[in-house]
């Protein structure tokens, strides 16, 4: 399965990385919004947004592109390893 964060602490995108590894999934994570953030977001099977630390820019185009593509949306407002994990453990069979 693969997931795009958007969102989060930049000093934890390596253990973001780490925890979906552990559930069996792939991870893109975008703590800031870098470019074209579109076309890098590709088309996961699930797009994990982390509310508190997202800009409403980035998160509309977020959501615009997982309605345009299809893309299961899972909100979360703390960006913590545990809600990551929570929310992996609801969505992901691994």
Same mark, same amino acid.
């Given at each position: 399965?693969?997931?795009?964060?958007?969102?989060?602490?930049?000093?934890?995108? *390596?253990?973001?990385?780490?925890?979906?590894?552990?559930?069996?999934?792939? /991870?893109?994570?975008? /703590?800031?919004?870098?470019?074209?953030?579109?076309?890098?977001?590709? =088309?996961?099977?699930?797009?994990?947004?982390?509310? =508190?630390?997202?800009?409403?820019?980035?998160? =509309?185009? &977020?959501?615009?592109?997982?309605?345009?593509?299809?893309?299961?949306?899972?909100?979360?407002?703390?960006?913590? /390893? /545990? &809600?990551?994990?929570?929310?992996?453990?609801?969505? *992901?069979?691994?």
């Amino acid at each position: 399965m693969s997931v795009v964060i958007i969102g989060g602490n930049e000093c934890m995108v *390596c253990q973001y990385e780490k925890i979906c590894k552990e559930h069996g999934c792939r /991870a893109k994570v975008f /703590a800031k919004e870098k470019g074209a953030f579109r076309k890098k977001l590709g =088309n996961p099977d699930l797009m994990i947004l982390f509310t =508190n630390t997202v800009s409403h820019k980035m998160m =509309n185009t &977020a959501v615009n592109e997982a309605k345009r593509n299809n893309i299961q949306i899972a909100r979360t407002h703390s960006s913590s /390893a /545990a &809600a990551l994990t929570s929310v992996l453990q609801e969505y *992901c069979a691994g």
